[in-house]
């Protein structure tokens, strides 16, 4: 076994909607029983490129999981990330971070409005022997993915 055939696989778990206390929409939730709130969500048809990883994060054999908090703009756009839960390596945080900035988000929306809210992402990182990477879904370039 060498060194230079492990490979950092990457790997994006379902986003799930996130719940933030004192969020600006909060009272809708809570006055509007028959609000239809849809949270935000990544936009697979748009692409959505892997993190880029130092080399050194290969060769050290680090791996783990970075869950990320992201705020989604009414036009779909990152305003701001937050790492809920770090991998326990800098450079992998900061590997998601930086890809989760780069990605474009179908915004949230309320009663068929958009609106900006959160969203919670999960980045897993692991090393394999076997050469395989898994990778977010990458799309098409179509036009609503141009900022």
Known sequence: MSLGSRVLTFSVALALPVTVAGS?????????STAQHKPPRVNYSCPTPAPD??????VNGEQGAVYLNVFVSTHGHPKKIRVL???GYPDLDDAAVTAAATWHYIPGSMNEGPVSDWMALKMDFGVHENGTTLKAAAGGTSGDCDY
């Open 53 to 58: 990883v130092p080399q050194s994060a290969t």
């Open 85 to 87: 839960r770090s991998s």
């Open 24 to 32: 600006a929409y909060a009272h809708f939730f809570a006055e509007s």
